[in-house]
């Protein structure tokens, strides 16, 4: 069982809808989750965080955390073509001080 | 501030052949990694290094070797490069190490710009 788990996509969305990525993990330990966007040929960069049970809600992203069953979702309201990037899940690993990388969901945004 | 700084941005390298990827940041962080990205995949962590004077392996370690100079510099090398190591190298850096020592968002990763290595 890989250590983090994402549709790779594409997730093709209308300009405006809701766009809904979806991360499972297997470390039950795992304290703190990061979301990262990733455009082709850029760095990661850092989008959303979460760290307790529930929403966490940031402009138009979403973070959802239900540790019970190690799932954590990123909801995108009112997408628009420049989300259109690759998503990356990331829980930290607090028993070895590392970030693992899930391989990342591909969005697409059509205008 | 330039926060993580990697060097080269871009090198061919032919088979057998050896090199250094270099790593800074100035960001006073403990923590250290190197990941790679092939198309189409999520980063994959090389090493790491949770502190100065520590190093550990990854998820895809062999072929590479580490060494963490001080707090600001955290160097990959390659000593006999092959094919399957073209791909994109990021390094990155965090300031906490456990969740336990200090805010959750102590956590967070800044990378570098990247460094594409091609071995042909």
């Known amino acids: 069982q890989k250590e983090v788990e994402q549709n790779s996509g594409p997730l093709s969305v209308p300009e405006g809808a809701i766009a809904s990525l979806n991360c499972t993990y297997s470390d039950r330990g795992s304290q703190s989750f990061f979301w990262y966007r990733q455009y082709s040929g850029k760095s990661p960069e850092l989008i959303m965080s979460i760290y307790s049970n529930g929403d966490k809600e940031d402009g138009r992203f979403t973070a959802q955390l239900n540790k019970a069953s190690q799932y954590v979702s990123l909801l995108i309201r009112d997408s628009q073509p420049s989300d259109s990037a690759t998503y990356l899940c990331a829980p930290w690993m607090d028993s070895s001080y590392k970030l693992i990388f899930g391989s990342g969901t591909r969005l697409l945004v059509r205008p | 501030n330039a926060g993580v700084t990697q060097t080269p941005k871009f090198q061919v390298l032919k088979t057998g052949q050896s090199m250094t990827l270099q790593c800074a940041q100035d960001?006073?962080?403990?923590?250290m990694y190197w990941y790679r990205q092939d198309p189409g995949m999520g980063l994959r962590l090389i090493y790491y290094s949770a502190s100065e004077g520590t190093t550990d392996k990854g998820e895809v370690p062999n072929g590479y070797n580490v060494s963490r100079l001080n707090k600001r510099e955290f160097s990959l090398r390659l000593e006999s490069a092959a094919p399957s190591q073209t791909s994109v190298y990021f390094c990155a850096s965090n300031l906490q190490m456990s969740w336990g020592q200090g805010l959750p968002t102590g956590n967070t990763i800044y990378f570098g710009e990247g460094s594409w290595l091609t071995v042909v």
């Open positions: 960001m006073n962080h403990n923590s």
